[in-house]
C-alpha cells in the first residue's frame, strides 16, 4: 500500500500536459518511478477511479483523473459509489461516506428544478479503456 | 493603504462547469450576486486583489505542503481543468512580483509564510476570477491556506496569518482588496457529492458576518467532517478574511444550496465603514 506514490503520479499528471501526454502513449510505462503495488498499477491502468478512491486517494486529486478519462461528472460520482460497493470502504485517507439521497431528490426537496442531461451522461459512460486526446 | 475591499465567495467546479444542469433560477440567482460583488469590487478601484483560496493539489503537495503560500510573480496560468470540465478557458492571469514581495515581506513578521514564483491556478481561483474579473484585468496575488492535506493548518493560525495580510495590505500604498473563497459545508469530489447542510452554512455564516472570533475559532476537524464535510475544512479561508477585517461586520448577500454544485452558493462582503459586531441578515 502506497497511496502517498499513488497521490504523487495524480498530482504529476494533473498538472503536466508532457505528463499526461505520456501516460496516453503508454500507462505503464508513466508508472515507472514510483514505488506502487501491483493493484495501485492496475487501477491507474485501467483506470478503476472506485478503486482508486477506495484506496483512499482523495477526490480532489481524483477528479481531475475522471475529467482527463473524459468520464462524465455524474457517471465518474456513481464509479465511486460501485467502487466502494465493491471493495468496501475507503481505506485510509480523509473520506468517509456518510449516505447522501442524490441530486435529483436534494434539489427537488428545495423546489429546484433537476436537469442532468441523462443523454450526455448514456454517452459518456465509458468504457474503462477509453482515453481523452490531447492533454 | 488601508483594505479598499473585503468579502467571501463559492468556487465549486460546477458553478461554471455545470451551470446548464441546475435549476436556472437558482443558477441566474447566483450568477446575479456574482455580479453585484464584482461591482462592489470595482466601485472601490483596486489595484490589486488578494485571493486566498483553498486549492485542490494543483500546485502544492504532500511532499512539501506549506501551511500559508503567497504567489510572487507576474503572471499566472490556469485553469489547469480542462474547459470542457470547467467552462472556463485557459487564461494567463496578470500579477504583480513587486507587490507581492512587498506583502510577504511584512507578512512575515508575524507569520511563517511560503512564497511561489509560479503558481497554476485551479477552480479553487479562476472561478471566483471568472465572475470577479472577468477580464482579467487586475492584478491578483494567490493566496493559499492548506485545507486538503491534513495535518492541516490549525484555524487560529489561520485567524493570525489574516492579521498577518491585514497588516501588509496596510503597509503599502496600493489599495488592496481581498476575498476569501471556500466551503462552507460540502462533500466535494466523493460519492456523497451534492451533500449540503443548510442549517450548518447558516451558523457558520451568522457567525462570520458578527465577526465573531471566539465562535469561528471553536470549529473542531473532527466534528466540522461530521456536519459538513471535508469541504467545510476550507473555513479557513472565510476566517482568515474576517481577522483581516476585524471589527467590521460582513453582510451576506447571497446564500443558495444548489445540489448540483456541490455545495451552497455564498456571495459576503465586509462593511469596511462599520464598527462593532452586530448581526447581519442573510437571505
Known amino acids: 500500500m502506497s497511496l502517498y506514490y499513488v497521490q504523487k503520479f495524480l498530482f504529476e499528471l494533473n498538472r503536466d500536459g508532457r505528463a499526461q501526454a505520456a501516460y496516453m502513449n503508454d500507462r505503464q510505462s508513466a508508472l515507472e518511478g514510483f514505488d506502487l503495488t501491483i493493484e495501485e498499477q492496475q487501477a491507474l491502468v485501467e483506470p478503476d477511479v472506485g478503486l482508486l478512491f477506495h484506496l483512499g486517494v482523495n477526490g480532489q486529486i481524483l477528479m481531475h483523473f475522471g475529467a482527463l478519462h473524459q468520464i462524465e461528472w455524474q457517471d465518474y460520482l456513481q464509479r465511486l459509489r460501485d467502487g466502494i460497493a465493491q471493495h468496501g470502504p475507503v481505506r485510509e485517507g480523509v473520506y468517509a461516506v456518510t449516505g447522501y439521497e442524490g441530486v435529483d431528490a436534494h434539489a427537488a426537496s428545495l423546489g429546484q428544478e433537476s436537469h442532468l442531461d441523462s443523454t450526455h451522461l448514456d454517452s459518456t459512460h465509458l468504457d474503462s479503456t477509453h482515453l481523452a486526446g490531447g492533454s | ?283
Not at chain 2, 453585484?36 to 472601490?44: F, G, S
Not at chain 2, 506549506?66 to 510572487?72: L, Q, R
Request: charged residues 20%; aromatic residues 10%.
Open chain 2, 1 to 283: 493603504m488601508p483594505l479598499v475591499f473585503a468579502g467571501v465567495c463559492s468556487h465549486a467546479p460546477g458553478i461554471t462547469g455545470r451551470a446548464e444542469q441546475a435549476d436556472p433560477r437558482a443558477k441566474d440567482d447566483l450568477y446575479a450576486a456574482f455580479d453585484d460583488m464584482r461591482l462592489r469590487l470595482e466601485a472601490t478601484r483596486p489595484d490589486a486583489l488578494v485571493v486566498v483560496g483553498a486549492e485542490h493539489f494543483a500546485n502544492f503537495f504532500m511532499n512539501n505542503m506549506p501551511s500559508f503560500a503567497i504567489g510572487m510573480a507576474d503572471y499566472y496560468d490556469g485553469p489547469i481543468e480542462e474547459q470542457s470540465f470547467l467552462g472556463i478557458a485557459k487564461q494567463r492571469v496578470p500579477g504583480n512580483r513587486n507587490l507581492s514581495e512587498r506583502l510577504i515581506r511584512q507578512a512575515m513578521h508575524t507569520a511563517d509564510v511560503s512564497y511561489a514564483e509560479e503558481w497554476k491556478f485551479d477552480h479553487g481561483i479562476m472561478v471566483p476570477l471568472h465572475f470577479l474579473t472577468p477580464r482579467y484585468d487586475l492584478p491578483i496575488v494567490p493566496v493559499n491556506i492548506n485545507c486538503q492535506g491534513p495535518p492541516l493548518t490549525p484555524l487560529h493560525r489561520s485567524w493570525a496569518f489574516g492579521k498577518a495580510l491585514r497588516e501588509a495590505a496596510d503597509s503599502v500604498p496600493e489599495r488592496v482588496a481581498i476575498v476569501g473563497t471556500g466551503g462552507i459545508s460540502h462533500w466535494p469530489a466523493t460519492p456523497d457529492s451534492g451533500k449540503i447542510n443548510e442549517p450548518w452554512d447558516r451558523q457558520f455564516l451568522d457567525e462570520w458576518s458578527r465577526c465573531d472570533k471566539q465562535a469561528l475559532l471553536s470549529y473542531d476537524d473532527a466534528q466540522a467532517y461530521a456536519d459538513a464535510g471535508q469541504g467545510a475544512f476550507e473555513i479557513r479561508t472565510f476566517i482568515a478574511v474576517s481577522a483581516a477585517t476585524e471589527g467590521h461586520v460582513g453582510v451576506v448577500h447571497h446564500y443558495e444550496p444548489i445540489p448540483i454544485f456541490s455545495v451552497g452558493c455564498v456571495t459576503a462582503t465586509v462593511d469596511l465603514k462599520s464598527a462593532g459586531t452586530v448581526p447581519s441578515v442573510t437571505t
